[in-house]
């Protein structure tokens, strides 16, 4: 008979099924894939020159004047126990860590750095600020539970209550958002807002019209046209026909003074005729056609590195045992947990980033002093 997993029942105490403890670890699993995700722990990033995307870090302890940002494996080596600001992911960034900004300090890792890198972008994340109240995250003063979202553009991070509407949807309801101040700058999104039947509708009837316009080409003396003016009126006039966001502003649009929030695949939407691709350049823009830029696809790409999650593991692990096995297995890991948490206390008190190597410390403790319970003395029992 399949022995069960479900919560074993105690009197008058919550007991934690190793089910619960699973799916727990899970979540903080996918919570770490999700910052980490296509990141490398081991190697600095400068040689890959301005990385699409990756997870940064700005050091408040080697860099207080100006802006600098760190890879992953940078943080952990070169900047242990400094005061870090963890600023999720950015995009085309290429690694700081020693170069000029460090006054003389050198990157351990990758140590012949030019002096800056010019194509950085940097904005007042990697000072610890965030939102328009320009307040550190988490912060202290604020008692608002809020969650913080990232605008697509900018980069920033922002309050939901800071985004200029009146309630925030659901996170189901929508993937990206781009915030009020990026939406007033490129106000021709807008017109992008009207999501979906209508948009596609008119897809379809641009790339009929494209069709359509090889089938009824007219003949070579009829195209003609001498003045070169009249000839940039009618490559206007042509491209004007074929593109999809001028069809979209002959329509009614609500322009707000808010932030936007898009739905899945809204980048595909977007119009790729000569002339917007042509604006996407101008305002530095082109990384929203780009499918693989987005945050989704940088963690998606974490997760298939991994062959299976722990919580894939532990479930086949625990349906090889018997009752008496979960629940031995399942002390076990508690008195795993509490003793790692006393452990790593330390750490935390004195801002020291954990190790690979601190790990093997903790682990090997742990085993000592395992065979040292297994092969004492007996015990002096009274007969």
């Given at each position: 008979?399949?022995?069960?997993?479900?919560?074993?029942?105690?009197?008058?105490?919550?007991?934690?099924?190793?089910?619960?403890?699973?799916?727990?670890?899970?979540?903080?699993?996918?919570?770490?894939?999700?910052?980490?995700?296509?990141?490398?722990?081991?190697?600095?990033?400068?040689?890959?020159?301005?990385?699409?995307?990756?997870?940064?870090?700005?050091?408040?302890?080697?860099?207080?004047?100006?802006?600098?940002?760190?890879?992953?494996?940078?943080?952990?080596?070169?900047?242990?126990?400094?005061?870090?600001?963890?600023?999720?992911?950015?995009?085309?960034?290429?690694?700081?860590?020693?170069?000029?900004?460090?006054?003389?300090?050198?990157?351990?890792?990758?140590?012949?750095?030019?002096?800056?890198?010019?194509?950085?972008?940097?904005?007042?994340?990697?000072?610890?600020?965030?939102?328009?109240?320009?307040?550190?995250?988490?912060?202290?003063?604020?008692?608002?539970?809020?969650?913080?979202?990232?605008?697509?553009?900018?980069?920033d991070w922002y309050h939901g209550r800071h985004l200029g509407t009146d309630s925030l949807p659901s996170c189901e309801s929508y993937s990206e958002v781009v915030c009020a101040d990026c939406m007033k700058k490129n106000d021709f999104l807008w017109a992008y807002s009207v999501?979906?039947?209508?948009?596609?509708?008119?897809?379809?009837?641009?790339?009929?019209?494209?069709?359509?316009?090889?089938?009824?080409?007219?003949?070579?003396?009829?195209?003609?046209?001498?003045?070169?003016?009249?000839?940039?009126?009618?490559?206007?006039?042509?491209?004007?026909?074929?593109c999809l966001l001028v069809d979209l502003q002959k329509r009614e649009v609500n322009v707000k003074e808010s932030g936007a929030f898009w739905k899945d695949g809204w980048r595909?939407?977007?119009?790729?005729?000569?002339?917007?691709?042509?604006?996407?350049?101008?305002?530095?823009?082109?990384?929203?056609?780009?499918?693989?830029?987005?945050?989704?696809?940088?963690?998606?790409?974490?997760?298939?590195?991994?062959?299976?999650?722990?919580?894939?593991?532990?479930?086949?692990?625990?349906?090889?045992?018997?009752?008496?096995?979960?629940?031995?297995?399942?002390?076990?890991?508690?008195?795993?947990?509490?003793?790692?948490?006393?452990?790593?206390?330390?750490?935390?008190?004195?801002?020291?980033?954990?190790?690979?190597?601190?790990?093997?410390?903790?682990?090997?403790?742990?085993?000592?002093?395992?065979?040292?319970?297994?092969?004492?003395?007996?015990?002096?029992?009274?007969?």
């Amino acid at each position: 008979m399949e022995e069960s997993l479900a919560p074993v029942e105690n009197s008058g105490e919550d007991v934690l099924s190793m089910i619960d403890v699973l799916k727990e670890e899970n979540e903080l699993e996918e919570e770490a894939n999700a910052v980490l995700g296509d990141s490398d722990d081991q190697n600095c990033t400068y040689p890959m020159g301005y990385v699409s995307r990756q997870a940064l870090y700005a050091c408040a302890t080697c860099d207080p004047e100006t802006s600098a940002g760190v890879c992953l494996a940078c943080c952990l080596e070169c900047h242990e126990g400094h005061e870090l600001f963890e600023l999720y992911t950015k995009r085309n960034f290429r690694c700081d860590c020693g170069n000029s900004k460090f006054g003389g300090k050198k990157c351990k890792l990758y140590p012949g750095k030019d002096d800056t890198n010019a194509k950085n972008h940097y904005n007042q994340n990697f000072k610890g600020l965030y939102c328009t109240c320009h307040r550190p995250y988490p912060d202290p003063e604020d008692e608002v539970e809020d969650e913080m979202i990232q605008c697509v553009i900018c980069e920033d991070w922002y309050h939901g209550r800071h985004l200029g509407t009146d309630s925030l949807p659901s996170c189901e309801s929508y993937s990206e958002v781009v915030c009020a101040d990026c939406m007033k700058k490129n106000d021709f999104l807008w017109a992008y807002s009207v999501q979906s039947q209508e948009t596609k509708s008119l897809v379809k009837e641009e790339i009929k019209s494209e069709v359509d316009v090889g089938e009824n080409c007219p003949s070579q003396e009829q195209n003609k046209v001498d003045d070169k003016t009249d000839q940039a009126s009618v490559q206007k006039a042509e491209s004007d026909k074929s593109c999809l966001l001028v069809d979209l502003q002959k329509r009614e649009v609500n322009v707000k003074e808010s932030g936007a929030f898009w739905k899945d695949g809204w980048r595909k939407k977007l119009c790729r005729c000569a002339n917007c691709m042509a604006m996407y350049k101008e305002r530095s823009l082109e990384f929203l056609i780009d499918e693989s830029d987005t945050v989704h696809n940088y963690e998606q790409r974490g997760r298939d590195k991994t062959a299976s999650s722990q919580y894939e593991k532990g479930m086949q692990a625990l349906s090889s045992m018997n009752r008496v096995q979960q629940v031995e297995v399942l002390h076990g890991f508690n008195d795993l947990k509490s003793e790692l948490t006393d452990y790593l206390k330390k750490f935390a008190e004195n801002g020291k980033v954990v190790k690979e190597e601190d790990i093997r410390e903790f682990f090997s403790g742990m085993e000592a002093r395992k065979r040292q319970r297994t092969t004492g003395p007996m015990p002096f029992m009274c007969k």
